[in-house]
Structures are given as C-alpha cells and as structure tokens.
C-alpha cells in the first residue's frame, strides 16, 4: 500500500490518538450492533501490544455542534471494554485542559476515549484551533475510520496537519481490497448495482461500465433504466434527474453490440420484476414481465427470471463488486431477489467486494458477512472511492 500504515512507525511508549469509525446504532442507551466497533479492535490490540497509550475518538449520531445526553460515548466505551477485555476510561469531554491532563498521565497500556467529537462545532468545519487540540493529545495520528474519510473534519483531516498521520488496519484493508476490485481486479470484473440512492450512483456507474466486463442492474436503479427505455414502470421509484444518464448509457451499450457484434451483452438489465399494489410490507405482490407493470402497481423486487439471468455472468466473472440491494429487502416479501443474489455470491469462487450501508445490511442479516471476501465498512467513502475520487481523509495519512 502506498500510504503508511502502524507497522510503519514508533510507538512505543508513545501518546496515539486513534480516529475509529464508533458511529454504531444505540438502542435504550446500549449500543444495539457493535460490528463497528469489533472492526476496530485489531488496530487497538496491535496498538497495546506495542506499548503505546491509546486515545481514541469517534463522532456518533448527528448532535450538531453540540453535547446531548443520548449521544454521548459511554455506551461505546461500556462495549469496548468488554471486547477489549480491558478498562476504557471514558472521559466527558473532547479537549480541554482537563482532557490533556488525563492524558500526560496515561501509561503504556491505557485506553481512554474521548467524547463525541461531533460534540464540538469546530469538528466539521475543521477548525485549526479544535483540530490542533485534538493534536496536542498526541506523537501519532492514526486515521482508521474508512467510513468518515470521505469528509475533511478535524478528527479526520484537520488533526493530520499538526502531527504524523498514519492508517491503522481497518483504513488498510479497505483501501487495499477497493483499490485492487477497482485498479487491478483479477477478470472478468462484474458489478451489480441496486438501490435507492440513484443519482448519487450514476457516477459510479459510469465508472464501473468502463472496467467491468458485464454491469447487472436492479433494484430502485433498474426502475430509471426501465422508465429510460420508454416503458411506463408506473408508480415504481424513478429518479427523473438519472434518467438522461439512463439513456446515455443504454446507447452505449447498443452501440458496443452493434459495433463489436459482441454474443454477450454487457449490461443486464430486469427481464421480470415483483410488482406491489402498495410500498407495504403486506402489499399483494405479483411477477411480471419487465415491460408490463400493471397500472397503478410498482416495482419492490428483482423477479426469478432476472436472478437466473443474473447468474451466468456472475459465475463467469473473478471479480465481483457489489452495492445497492436488488429490492426492498426490508419487506420479507421483496427481499428474495437480494437474497438470492447475495446466495450466488456467497458460493462463488470469485472475490467478491460488498459496498454500501444497505448492502451490507442485507448480507449481515443474511448470515453472509464471512462468505464475501470483503464487506465494506464505508457506506459513502466506498462510493467515492469506487468513482475514483481522492478521500479527503486517505490524503491527509502520509505517503510510505
Ligand atoms: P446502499 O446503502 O447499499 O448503498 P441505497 O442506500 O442506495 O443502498 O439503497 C438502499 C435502499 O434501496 C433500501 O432501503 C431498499 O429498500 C431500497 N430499494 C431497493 N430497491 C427498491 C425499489 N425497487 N423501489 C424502492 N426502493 C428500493
Ligand atoms: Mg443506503
């Protein structure tokens, strides 16, 4: 990798101030998912088995600049240290005189945490004096938050300007398996692409249509593509600002065939859907063909037909990027084409890279976390890393 990582430095004995992604769902003050908080252990773990004294911090929900009860980090501290299997001192505040006392008077061994970062209105306009705070905590910066990297606030971007930055494992391992699906995939390359958030993909898409030898859509992105083609798709989700976009890619693809006088297509598109009569979980749902959604009904799912058309180019392909569900996988009932694709993938031989919040949701609830080569833990920086944009909080880790 070329960016320096915690293998490449001191830090023994040293002050090392951790940027972990803690971000996780709360329930009833309890912290309701730990897997973020799981994925930082390696860093920490390596971090006191090499003598240092370790100060992490996070930012948690959305408190706007300000401190609020129900955000605080103490539940992440409570679950840390029992993952840790050790003491966490969690303090109440961010910086500040009292903060840096308690950490002059760390030992090598020690963890504490800091309060929320989000906590402190310099935190997303990355003040230099909230940022150089944050530095005077610490010899190292380590940046092992790969979901926030996308953003240059002060615990990711700002802090680097005043002290050493590095990546911990989490950051590595991230940029590695994304660098290598997007820059030196072993081919065929496939990318499946589903969801919701459609114009925010279109960039990505066009990306992964330049790379990716076969490109299968669905979900909400398969609906504009269709809408696109001029079939009525009804009261199916339609993202009207995608849909040139839609078109400009759909004319590529045709004429590729025609020029190339390509056997295999390139882009797979829906041949049949599941159609609702409501966006409810206990809709009456139906199969339809993909140009034949009845009036009034909307698209929720991928229909059999389309998953088993799916499956060719799936099989064929070495690499496999996945983001976006095939339907409306919250509703058991919308769920089977998600299902079944993460199925596919769970039992190829191929790697297989999973992006996006949702995607990863579908699949961890699926039990097939350990089945994918990589999960990403980075929602939005995953993205923007895949569209081949520089992330803020990447640039700011020192180059090896
Ligand atoms: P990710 O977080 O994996 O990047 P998105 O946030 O773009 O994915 O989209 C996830 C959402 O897309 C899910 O909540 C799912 O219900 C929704 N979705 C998928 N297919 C459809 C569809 N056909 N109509 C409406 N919503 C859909
Ligand atoms: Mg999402």
Do not use: C
Not at 308 to 320: D, G, H, M, N
């Amino acid at each position: 990798m070329a960016k320096k990582t915690i293998r490449d430095i001191d830090i023994d004995g040293k002050r090392v101030l951790v940027r972990a992604d803690f971000n996780v769902p709360l329930r009833d003050g309890k912290v309701a998912d730990d897997t973020r908080i799981r994925a930082a252990l390696p860093t920490i773990q390596y971090l006191l088995d090499h003598n240092a004294k370790v100060v992490l911090m996070s930012h948690l929900g959305r408190p706007k600049g300000e401190p609020k009860d129900e955000l605080k980090m103490d539940p992440v501290a409570e679950t840390l240290a029992e993952r840790l299997g050790k003491r966490v001192k969690m303090l109440d505040q961010t910086v500040g005189p009292e903060v840096k006392r308690t950490v002059e008077e760390m030992a090598p061994g020690d963890v504490i945490l800091l309060e929320n970062t989000r906590f402190d209105p310099g935190e997303k306009k990355k003040d230099p004096e909230f940022s150089k705070q944050l530095a005077a905590l610490a010899d190292v910066f380590v940046n092992d938050a790969f979901g926030t990297a996308h953003r240059a606030h002060a615990s990711t971007v700002g802090v680097a300007e005043y002290v050493p930055a590095v990546a911990g494992f989490l950051m590595e391992r991230e940029l590695q398996m994304l660098g290598d699906t997007m820059n030196n995939p072993k081919e065929p390359l496939a990318a499946i692409l589903g969801g919701a958030k459609i114009i925010d993909k279109i960039g990505v898409l066009k990306v992964l249509i330049e790379k990716a030898e076969y490109v299968l859509i669905g979900g909400g992105m398969a609906n504009t593509f269709l809408q696109a083609q001029g079939i009525d798709v009804q009261n199916s989700l339609v993202d009207e600002e995608a849909l040139d976009a839609a078109r400009e890619i759909l004319a590529h693809e045709a004429e590729r065939q025609s020029k190339r006088e390509e056997k295999e297509p390139q882009l797979y598109l829906p041949v049949d859907v599941v159609v609702a009569d409501e966006f409810a979980p206990d809709a009456e749902a139906q199969v339809v063909p993909a140009d034949e959604i009845p009036e009034g009904w909307r698209i929720l799912d991928i229909g059999p037909e389309t998953v088993q058309r799916f499956r060719a180019p799936l099989r064929r392909s070495k690499t496999i990027f996945w983001n976006g569900p095939m339907g409306v996988f919250e509703f058991d009932r919308f769920a089977k084409g998600t299902r079944e694709v993460a199925g596919i993938l769970a039992g190829l031989r191929a790697v297989t890279v999973v992006g996006g919040g949702d995607s990863a949701a579908a699949v961890a609830e699926m039990g097939l976390t350990k089945k994918m080569t990589h999960v990403s833990t980075g929602g939005g920086a995953s993205l923007e890393f895949v569209e081949g944009k520089e992330l803020p909080g990447v640039a700011a880790i020192e180059d090896k």
